[in-house]
């Protein structure tokens, strides 16, 4: 099992420095100081291998967020736990975010081909739901929020700032991957999050 679990790390660090394309299994197979043969032993082919990949990255996110234990919490400090534990993640896991923009270039072909990934998502979106309903009763949350959409700009309001924080920084002459500017930005995304589901007066 250690030399799967150090093909399917080598794999993720090659998929996410070089995309899909670029990935060879040659430099795969040397990372994890393996020959090639093991390579396709345990995992068949470059696509399965990949798509491997994806799904290990995804259990990774998911295991994470469900030892926050969510359903234990008060509904406001719940949704902020999850909203700063995904930026949290975001910035140290930056792989996750290659792995994304990868898979979106292709368009999702290997997602949608797994039935692993899709399934992870119920959980975590019914325990939204769950929570939502709950702040609702408790008169701290407004009726109404999609649970998908809530965790979509969750998702966004992160991901779409350290992916680009080069050419912003650049833009706004203004470094926004210091470790300060990077708290801030965490700050920023909760207060928003939390903002949208306070009950309209």
């Known amino acids: 099992m250690r030399t799967k679990a150090a093909i399917l790390a080598a794999a993720t660090a090659i998929f996410a420095e ?13 990372r994890a100081s393996i020959n090639k043969r093991m390579l396709y032993h345990y995992f068949g ?62 368009r999702g072909k290997y997602v949608r081909a797994s039935r692993r990934i899709i399934a992870l998502h119920s959980p975590m979106i019914a325990l939204i739901r769950d929570t939502l309903q ?37 833009i706004f002459r203004r470094n926004l991957a210091t470790p300060a500017e990077l708290t801030r930005r965490g700050a920023h995304i909760v207060d928003v999050v939390m903002g949208y589901l306070r009950p309209v007066d």
């Not at 609702?136 to 350290?162: N, Q, T």
């Open 18 to 30: 070089k995309g899909f394309g670029g990935a060879r299994v040659d430099d795969i197979a040397a």
């Open 45 to 106: 082919d470059k696509e399965a291998l990949y798509k491997a990949v994806l799904e290990s990255t995804y259990v990774g996110i998911r295991s994470a967020e469900a030892e926050l234990k969510l359903a234990d919490r008060d509904p406001e400090e719940a949704m902020r736990q999850l909203t700063s534990f995904t930026w949290d993640y975001f910035i140290e896991h930056p792989e996750f975010l290659s792995l994304l923009n990868t898979e979106n270039l292709m």
């Open 134 to 170: 709950e702040g609702v009763k408790a008169g701290k949350f407004r009726p109404g929020i999609d649970p998908v959409e809530l965790y979509i700009s969750i998702a966004a309001l992160g991901f779409f700032y350290l992916s680009n924080r080069w050419t912003l920084s650049a």
